[in-house]
């Protein structure tokens, strides 16, 4: 069985200092690896994906991850933070049933102080 | 800009109330999904299509049915409305093929049942 674990429920950073969100992941198989991001009152938007190629992933608005097999870690990363960037991330993980359905983690409360 | 569309957006409804949320998609997509994200949660999936007249209830266990008569439709009723039943759903697509495939998801309807 697939899990996702966020490693923290909310994240404060400054605007214009380094982003990092924590996203550790269990998976019997090679996963396919996603970040979501969710603005208030809005659905999911797919800021990125992993699916076995290069192990750095770059993203939509300077967003980008790198998935270390060792370390089963997928963690989110932007070299400035923008005000526009406080939001709520998912780490998700695919699932290897034949749903082809995600399992979310809890996720991460991002935000941005002036 | 992913084409996939939720209504309504907000709903306030009394209980017992016999209530259906809408969600299409234009992208011809064979797989459809229904998650329900508590407020700060993670989401949890109810249900899942991969294809017209094919339906699959979910991980968790919800008392809404679901249709597929039509691949761009995928709507979600409630037969009788329960205070228990407020929670914000997620209406999400994908292509068919692995489960690489990112989903793709509307902006939510927010149900509120009094």
């Known amino acids: 069985a697939q899990s996702v674990t966020q490693l923290d429920s909310h994240v404060s950073v400054s605007e214009g200092t380094p982003v990092l969100l924590r996203c550790n992941y269990s998976s019997s198989y090679s996963p396919s690896l996603f970040w979501y991001v969710q603005h208030p009152n809005k659905g999911l938007q797919l800021l990125l994906k992993y699916t076995s190629a290069a192990t750095l992933v770059k993203g939509i608005n300077g967003f980008e991850a790198e998935f270390k097999k060792s370390e089963t870690s997928f963690h989110l990363t932007k070299p400035s933070a923008h005000m526009s960037d406080a939001a709520e991330y998912f780490c998700v993980v695919s699932r290897d049933t034949g749903r082809r359905a995600l399992t979310f983690g809890s996720g991460t409360r991002l935000q941005v102080q002036p | 800009e992913a084409d996939i569309y939720q209504t309504p957006r907000y709903l306030v409804i009394g209980t017992g109330k016999k209530i259906t949320l809408e969600c299409s998609q234009t992208m011809g997509h064979d797989k459809m999904y229904w998650y329900q994200q508590d407020p700060g949660m993670e989401l949890h999936l109810i249900h899942y299509?991969?294809?017209?007249?094919?339906?699959e209830k979910g991980d968790l266990s919800s008392e809404s049915t679901v249709s597929r008569i039509r691949t761009e439709h995928f709507p979600l009723t409630l037969e009788s409305a329960r205070p228990s039943h407020t929670s914000q759903y997620l209406c999400a697509s994908s292509e068919s093929g692995g489960s690489n495939q990112p989903q793709h998801f509307g902006d939510g309807t927010r149900l509120s049942i009094l």
């Open positions: 299509s991969y294809g017209v007249n094919s339906t």
